[in-house]
């Protein structure tokens, strides 16, 4: 057991999503024709679909929660060693005073 973790480093994680400025522009231009013809009834089920709005206040959430919850752990790891050190600390300064009466004398003044 380690008294004292290393600190991971941090991963960036970017997933790419691919853009095609043609494909949009082609698109638009298709989409402005057909208004202008009167043929929006006869759009495929797939652009009929209103467009889409992500749920950045629930993911921002969620992902909130899930840290915190993994942050929370980690301090009770941290509450625990910290507690183990002065045990330890605490058990050995006893053992010193015992063996060494002699030494509290000392070490007060008397």
């Known amino acids: 057991m380690m008294f004292?973790?290393?600190p991971e480093y941090r991963r960036f994680e970017y997933k790419p999503r691919f853009y095609d400025p043609k494909k949009e522009a082609r698109e638009e231009r298709l989409r402005r024709v057909r208004a202008e013809?009167?043929?929006e009834d006869e759009l495929p089920d797939k652009e009929k679909q209103e467009t889409y709005v992500p749920d950045l206040?629930?993911?921002f959430r969620s992902e909130f929660e899930r840290r915190r919850a993994a942050r929370s752990?980690?301090?009770s790891w941290r509450?625990?060693?910290l507690f183990m050190i002065l045990m330890m600390l605490f058990i050995l300064a006893f053992y010193w005073f015992v063996k060494n009466p002699?030494?509290?004398m000392r070490l007060?003044?008397?």
Do not use: A, H, W
């Open 4 to 6: 004292f973790k290393r």
């Open 37 to 39: 013809l009167g043929l």
């Open 57 to 59: 206040r629930g993911k």
């Open 73 to 75: 752990n980690v301090g």
């Open 79 to 81: 509450t625990l060693r």
């Open 102 to 104: 002699d030494s509290i």
């Open 108 to 110: 007060f003044g008397l």
